[in-house]
């Protein structure tokens, strides 16, 4: 759990870094960085909107197969 945090904290750092040297005069490295941003925000609209509208996320279910032998 510890190294999944470093992760996120070390992911996060270097995404701000990359936007300094971006908004520094790198105007190429922009379109990139927009990307997750609009990726995020559009995935938590449609959260919010699932919500709203009252629909129930699926559950997962997997069917096992007759071939896998058994656990």
Request: cysteine-free.
């Amino acid at each position: 759990m510890r190294a999944t945090r470093v992760a996120w904290v070390i992911g996060i750092v270097l995404y701000l870094v990359l936007w300094g040297i971006a908004l520094d005069g790198a105007s190429s490295l922009v379109a990139p960085l927009v990307v997750p941003v609009v990726l995020a925000v559009l995935v938590y609209a449609g959260v919010l909107l699932n919500r709203f509208l009252g629909i129930t996320p699926r559950r997962q279910h997997f069917a096992e197969r007759e071939d896998d032998p058994p656990r």
